[in-house]
T-cell receptor, first 112, second 122 residues
Framework: SQQGEEDPQALSIQEGENATMNCSYKTSINNLQWYRQNSGRGLVHLILIRSNEREKHSGRLRVTLDTSKKSSSLLITASRAADTASYFCAAHYYNQGGKLIFGQGTELSVKP | GAGVSQTPSNKVTEKGKYVELRCDPISGHTALYWYRQSLGQGPEFLIYFQGTGAADDSGLPNDRFFAVRPEGSVSTLKIQRTERGDSAVYLC????????????????????FGEGSRLTVL
């Protein structure tokens, strides 16, 4: 299986704190994407980082990519209660056509 | 509609029955994906279509699972002789194509997901 791993599996923080989630993947990628899923809902795309990029920002989100370590991290700054959700990384592997392979996710709880 | 639509939102069936789950993608999205998600797990890839053809069906767990997309738009995931282990949320997603040398290929970018169909096999 090429499914990557995410850590931590669960993270609980207070509003205003930063949340960092990590993702590792298996082999060479074209890009890596992060998605958010509220309980019982579908996934929503947050950000995409290409294999030749090292860092990307979108609002309070910052994503980094280290291809030498085959890892990525998602940082949410100044977290809010509304950020409570599960976060998944998804790898588009170089030799796997158009499919995305998702990790197991990090369940984030932000307490007011 | 503006988003990916999946029906039914909930399906309860008995072991051994046949089930069909429908996905209506965003208009103009040529790539369509099916994933399965169990509680507390990440989405597990099943199959994706580029147009009418299945570009990769390597994630279908066995021959009880089949998916079609006859006109390159709506897709149906079909499960025969359902088992209790098939209980999960089935997610559909669509995306725009990428063009490489004038030939459309499956997108490598953002997937747009529906809300899922929750299947419970009793």
């Amino acid at each position: 299986s090429q499914q990557g791993e995410e850590d931590p599996q669960a993270l609980s923080i207070q509003e205003g704190e930063n949340a960092t989630m990590n993702c590792s993947y298996k082999t060479s990628i074209n890009n890596l994407q992060w998605y958010r899923q509220n309980s019982g809902r579908g996934l929503v795309h947050l950000i995409l980082i290409r294999s030749n990029e090292r860092e990307k920002h979108s609002g309070r989100l910052r994503v980094t990519l280290d291809t030498s370590k085959k890892s990525s991290s998602l940082l949410i700054t100044a977290s809010r209660a509304a950020d409570t959700a599960s976060y998944f990384c998804a790898a588009h592997y170089y030799n796997q056509g158009g499919k995305l392979i998702f990790g197991q996710g990090t369940e984030l709880s932000v307490k007011p | 509609g503006a988003g990916v639509s999946q029906t039914p939102s909930n399906k309860v069936t008995e072991k051994g029955k046949y089930v069909e789950l429908r996905c209506d993608p965003i208009s103009g999205h040529t790539a369509l994906y099916w994933y399965r998600q169990s509680l507390g797990q990440g989405p597990e890839f099943l199959i994706y279509f580029q147009g009418t053809g299945a570009a990769d069906d390597s994630g279908l767990p066995n021959d009880r699972f089949f998916a079609v997309r006859p006109e390159g738009s709506v897709s149906t995931l079909k499960i025969q002789r359902t088992e209790r282990g098939d209980s999960a949320v089935y997610l559909c997603a669509s995306s725009l194509p990428s063009a490489i040398q004038g030939k459309a290929v499956a997108n490598t970018g953002e997937l747009f997901f529906g809300e899922g169909s929750r299947l419970t096999v009793l």
